[in-house]
């Protein structure tokens, strides 16, 4: 079998590199214990632009914020044609908020992915929790060591239970050493023990507090503390957390018994220290550990322990492996010290029990655990085991609610908080309308329809006495531009043209036809194309009422053509586009031309519709998702930006799909209205869900390195339109008599 490990590896100095080589090591030495017949080859992670001289069996390096090396490394991973990768996760290895840029990595690679989780979360980040499900969906199998992580996984992160397997952390073998107090020179002391790399929360001052108690009663203790300063800690702050410690044991009068062991020590030597101990203390200040190597390999060492309850402690000391003492409790450790050392009876019993136990987490047993869960995965690449990127959750207009006052909708929010001081705007308030408009169509939500006149309100206020409006005004009722933005008077006459089309009651009806009629002279000046884009379509769906409306019919023809003369002076054979330039709400101007085709029924209309739409589905359609153009644009002839992914570019996106599906049946199209839905839910070119299930919002866009956290109005809107436009072109395809999907191809809520 053929094996790729990824993660950290020696020589670089922390936990998780030890644990790979000693993985790595324990597989291969199966090959000459038990006649496997096992590869293995290591891609390691770098942390910045530090480099190791590794050994042989490392065959790639990626350094850890640097997106395109994970791209890199899983090319090389397929051409090694290995049979399975074997992952080590651990947040803080990887780049990108949370480590996020593993994800694209784990995604492209060919074959099965065994993933060991060395941290799992009880109340994870937004973005930790997203990182943890999709590895969880991308892996076949997820390598736990304490039991309490599989409750966590199955609850908090809702991965089955049968892709779970418990590992234990694996140790040294420790049945061949004996104690002979002389490798670190401590002969005639009573060895009170910690080792690691130093940082606050290992809470070492609740030891040297405890001190005092324990050397009054027995003067020949001695605590020794072996390890280096944690490296990401002494970068931020060298030495200070051990010049504390050492502070402190001299205020105890206890410097003397406290002995600092300030280096990096070979496996052997922390060996020869646990064995040499008489008793080992973890005195962390943190419940929420779910692995712990050290505690590990002290009970491997079969040593007599004493720590902290937190979780993974608990489990292991169980059944008199050990003793626990509240956290930060100077006082009980103390107590519980001196009744260990007055009874030496107690700590041999339990060194046996531990020993006894521990002998079962010895790495040559690991190995070979980990070589059975290999050799029982099948051959299935990571993308064919994740979830159908193409699900809805809940109809939900929870955040519209909550973003939307007496006055409107703000604008903005910080997270998911409305922030008032950046008020509102028209755009927004428009595009609401339209929202609730659909939602009461459909049927899918009828009471949010209430909100309308909220919305409705807003937009009267804003129309100015020449039929214009305005678009911003501030949380104190006061106008903020003379004028507003052609793209706002736009979206506002879309909304209009849908409700005098599908009014709920007459007085709505007469409300948008005075709104509409009083801006109707404005129409065919103007010049944006986004703007003139949006004003066709409020025209068609006006058009949809009044079919015989002859002036509406010419000025939808005006409109239209102006949009295909944009598109003879800018296009050529490679850039089948209106402008030289890429940039926001991009496929409204194809959605318009679809609309506009539906009535008028020109060829030229629907050629260009279909160039147009084709081009955006080639700079667009990667993967199997769409990778949107970001928000710095994308100019003809230059480098093409994806940071600054907005959700009204998907919505535009998949309002164009739904269209150009509805006018040609081309499966295609639904298909990829489907997958530009998807990128809201996750499939991305981060892979994490911009809609927030908890706050029913979404986020503001999708940065190079996380997901913008805001959660504004446009965005949110954004979601819950291109929600709605999925959700009735479905019930179209259901209900279409010519069958034009295959019933299992249909998308199913």
């Known amino acids: 079998m053929k094996i790729v490990i990824l993660g950290n590896y020696m020589p670089r100095r922390c936990g998780i590199a030890t644990f790979t080589t000693n993985l790595a090591n324990s597989i291969l030495a199966a090959n000459d214990n038990q006649g496997t017949k096992n590869e293995v080859f290591v891609v390691a992670m770098n942390d910045h632009d530090q480099v190791y001289e590794y050994p042989d069996i490392v065959k790639c390096t990626i350094r850890q914020q640097e997106a395109k090396d994970y791209s ?40 099965p992915i065994v993933t060991t989780l060395h941290t799992i979360l009880q109340t994870p980040s937004y973005h930790e929790k997203h990182i943890l499900k999709k590895i969880g969906q991308l892996s076949q199998k997820l390598v736990v060591m304490s039991h309490l992580a599989i409750d966590f996984l199955t609850a908090i992160y809702e991965i089955p239970l049968q892709k779970i397997e418990f590992i234990h952390h694996g140790v040294p073998d420790f049945s061949n050493i004996e104690a002979t107090n002389t490798r670190f020179d401590y002969s005639g002391k009573k060895v009170l023990g910690t080792f690691g ?22 003067p020949n203790v001695v605590y020794v503390v072996l390890g280096q300063t944690h490296p990401n800690v002494k970068k931020h702050s060298n030495e200070e957390y051990r010049d504390y410690l050492k502070d402190l044991a001299k205020s105890n009068n206890v410097a003397d018994n406290v002995i600092f062991e300030d280096a990096f020590f070979k496996e052997e030597d922390i060996k020869s220290f646990l064995v040499e101990s008489d008793i080992y203390i973890t005195p962390y200040l943190n419940e929420a550990q779910i692995t712990s190597g050290t505690i590990c390999y002290a009970i491997g060492a079969g ?32 107590e519980t010290l001196c009744d260990l050392l007055d009874n030496p009876d107690s700590i041999d019993q339990i060194k046996a029990a531990a020993f006894n136990y521990g002998k079962e987490l010895y790495w040559d047993k690991i190995g070979l655990r980990y070589i059975k869960v290999l050799s029982n995965t099948d051959n299935k ?106 793209d706002s008077f736009g979206r506002t006459i879309w909304a209009m043209g849908y409700l005098i089309r599908l009014a709920p009651n007459d007085s709505h009806f007469q409300f948008a036809k005075d709104i509409f009629f009083k801006a109707y002279h404005h129409f065919e000046k103007i010049t944006s194309i986004r703007a003139i884009a949006s004003v066709i379509i409020g025209l068609c769906h006006f058009l949809k009422r009044y079919p015989d409306n002859e002036g509406i019919i010419h000025l939808t023809n005006l409109l239209t053509y102006k949009l295909l003369h944009q598109y003879k002076e800018e296009s050529d054979k490679d850039w089948k586009w209106f402008e030289p330039v890429l940039c926001y709400d991009n496929a409204i101007i194809p959605l318009a031309l679809w609309h506009a085709y539906d009535l008028i029924k020109d060829k030229e209309i629907y050629d260009v519709a279909s160039k147009s739409t084709d081009f955006l589905d080639k700079e667009t359609y990667k993967n199997n998702r769409i990778s949107l153009v970001g928000n710095t644009w994308y100019y003809k002839g230059k480098k093409r930006p994806a940071h600054g992914q907005q959700p009204i570019n998907a919505m535009a996106m998949t309002m164009m799909y739904n269209k150009a599906f509805e006018i040609t049946k081309e499966k295609k199209y639904h298909e990829r209205m489907l997958i530009s839905f998807s990128w809201f839910t996750g499939n991305n070119d981060l892979l994490i869900p911009l809609y927030d299930e908890e706050s029913k919002g979404c986020c503001d866009g999708l940065e190079p390195h996380c997901v913008n956290r805001n959660q504004g109005a446009e965005s949110t809107i954004s979601y819950l339109l291109s929600y709605l436009t999925v959700w009735n072109s479905q019930q179209n395809v259901l209900e279409d008599s010519q069958n034009v999907l295959a019933e299992d191809e249909i998308f199913t809520i």
């Open 72 to 111: 890199i490394a899983a090319n090389l991973i397929n051409d090694i044609d290995a049979d399975v990768c074997i992952f080590q996760h651990e947040f803080g290895i990887f780049g990108g908020e949370s480590g996020v840029y593993v994800l694209n990595l784990l995604q492209q690679l060919k074959m």
């Open 381 to 486: 690449p990571p993308t064919n085991l994740e979830e159908k990127p193409l699900t809805m959750p809940k109809f939900s207009m929870d955040h519209i609610k909550r973003l939307t006052d007496d006055m409107g909708i703000i604008e903005h929010a910080n997270y998911s908080v409305p922030d008032y001081k950046e008020g509102y705007c028209l755009d927004d308030n428009s595009r609401a309308l339209l929202l609730v408009l659909m939602a009461y169509e459909f049927g899918i939500d009828r009471n949010s329809l209430e909100l309308s006149e909220v919305y409705l309100r807003y937009i009267k206020l804003m129309q100015m006495e020449d039929g214009f409006f305005h678009n911003d005004m501030s949380y104190e009722k006061k106008f903020l531009d003379e004028k507003g933005s052609e």
């Open 303 to 334: 040593a007599c322990i004493v720590s902290t309850p937190f979780w993974h402690a608990k489990e292991l000391l169980a059944y008199n492996k050990g003793k626990t003492f509240p956290f930060g409790n100077s006082d009980a450790l103390a």
């Open 197 to 218: 790399f130093l940082g606050r929360s290992k809470g070492i001052e609740t030891v040297i507090n405890a001190l005092p108690k324990v050397i009054k009663k027995h």
